[in-house]
């Protein structure tokens, strides 16, 4: 089986360098371009099936490069890597056809899985460019942009935070083994990641505790359900 390829533009070389090596070693083949100008060549060359791209870049910007890709390919996921936080910014970013956006400084972690995401949305057919915004009982979820509103704020929530919400949403309703959600987000299920996870789940109760119908329920010695009433 053919290894899954990337487009990584970044003009950052050491930080390039780590990345690259980083994707490399969870098997992944990596082609980096750190000139703008070069980045849609690079991507008629090698068909990547996925593109991770620097915003800020030399000569042709990440916003440009994506919009040419989107003309060239429709269906290949787009993430975008900047150190940019206007929610202006953000916007151009999904309007020009990004399937996700990572602000700087990231972790290889989140990097890892936030493209392993973006490969299996692509898998399920899911349209590019998409922004999700998901009514959770008197709150308005934001995955994207990890925001969760209630009426009186909204609150900002961290990357595990939100990914473990949208998989609590996802899947609401129905008993999800402990074991699945620590693979899925946090790569094993060690008992250091289980004890975080714990951490994890009362963070949640506590951000939706204003709304009685929203429960997520303990299933002793196996997972949790999270009930919308």
């Known amino acids: 089986m053919s290894r899954i390829k990337i487009l990584y ?44 791209l620097d915003v800020m870049l030399p000569n042709k910007d990440g916003f440009t490069i994506a919009e040419e890709i989107r003309q060239l390919n429709p269906q290949v996921p787009i993430i975008f890597l900047t150190a940019k936080t206007q ?17 700087k400084p990231f972790s290889m972690e989140e990097l890892i899985v936030r493209v392993e995401n973006a490969l299996r949305y692509k898998v399920e057919g899911k349209k590019p460019g998409v922004t999700e915004l998901l009514s959770i009982g008197s709150y308005t979820f934001h995955p994207n942009r990890q925001t969760l509103a209630g009426k009186l704020e909204e609150k900002k929530l961290s990357f595990r935070e939100a990914e473990l919400l949208k998989l609590l949403y996802e899947n609401r309703d129905k ?24 951490v994890y789940i009362t963070k949640l109760r506590s951000y939706l505790k ?3 119908s929203l429960e997520i329920i303990t299933i002793k ?7 919308i009433g």
């Open 210 to 212: 204003e709304d009685d």
């Open 9 to 52: 533009v970044e003009d950052e070389v050491f930080l390039g360098k780590i990345v690259k090596e980083s994707l490399e070693s969870r098997d992944y083949e990596v082609v980096m371009e750190s000139d703008g100008a070069l980045a849609v060549p690079t991507f008629k060359r090698i068909v990547p099936d996925i593109c991770v």
């Open 87 to 103: 929610t202006s910014d953000l916007v151009k970013g999904f309007t020009t056809g990004a399937n996700d956006y990572i602000r």
């Open 221 to 227: 010695g196996i997972g949790y359900r999270f009930v």
């Open 175 to 198: 008993i999800i083994d402990r074991k699945d959600i620590l693979n899925l987000l946090w790569g094993n299920d060690s008992f250091f990641n289980s004890r975080n996870l714990d």
